[in-house]
């Protein structure tokens, strides 16, 4: 099955800031690759994904990058704000089989010192 | 926007107990999930549905079972709770093509 390595497991960064988390993946044929934040409390919550028919996607300070030759992919955070801090998960799914199943890494908790 | 209600935010039991997790959805989403959280290990699947009385074994269905009797609502089921399942308990849902959705989560403790 589907494999997810996630790092660091932590980051500090100081606010303004870009802060970078990094996932690969086992399988080739996975095809959508969803981050999610979550804060203290609460669900995880989807702040961006992208398709493995894209290399990049950008939504305001945040990205994502996709490479699919060397199966990995990136979270970039660009100017930091403290509101930042939470734990990211990456994960990955071979979408369209129509399970949806996702496989998450294992997490990093980011802390953005004001 | 999507809302998944998770009936209880903390819950304590003891060891032997039957335990049910509730989760509800608002969204006609056909496909529900749950997800076990521990520290340093992320979100492992446990159980997912993807129709009313249908159900697939995630990566770690051992000790659990589930029920979809209604497309809103997806139960996960410990039938005989042991300590090693005190965890984090996350219900999520999706739909078409969309991405999953989650619940706040259910704290489990088992003593």
């Known amino acids: 099955g589907e494999n997810v390595e996630q790092h660091p497991s932590t980051l500090s960064v100081q606010e303004g800031d870009s802060a970078v988390i990094k996932c690969t993946y086992s399988d080739s044929a996975s095809n959508y690759f969803p981050w999610y934040k979550q804060e203290l409390g609460k669900g995880p919550q989807l702040i961006i994904d992208?398709?493995?028919?894209?290399g990049e996607k950008k939504d305001q300070r945040i990205a994502v990058t996709l490479n699919k030759t060397a199966k990995h992919f990136s979270l970039h955070i660009t100017e930091t704000q403290p509101e930042d801090s939470a734990v990211y998960f990456c994960?990955?799914?071979?979408?369209?089989?129509?399970?949806?199943?996702?496989?998450f890494g294992s997490g990093t908790r980011l802390q953005v010192q004001p | 926007d999507v809302k998944v209600t998770q009936s209880s935010r903390y819950l304590v039991k003891r060891t032997g107990e039957k335990v049910f997790l509730e989760c509800v959805q608002d969204m006609d989403h056909e496909n529900m999930f749950w997800y076990r959280q521990d520290p340093g290990l992320g979100l492992r699947l446990i159980y997912f549905s993807y129709d009313v009385k249908m159900k697939e074994k995630g990566d770690i269905p051992e000790g659990y079972s589930v029920s979809r009797e209604k497309k809103e609502r997806f139960s996960l089921i410990l039938e005989s709770a042991s300590t090693n399942q005190t965890s984090m308990y996350l219900c999520?849902?999706?739909?078409?093509?969309?991405?999953?959705?989650f619940g706040d989560g259910t704290r489990l403790s088992i003593l």
């Open positions: 992208i398709r493995s028919n894209v």
């Open positions: 999520a849902t999706g739909g078409g093509t969309g991405p999953q959705h």
């Open positions: 994960a990955a799914s071979k979408r369209d089989t129509g399970r949806r199943a996702l496989t």
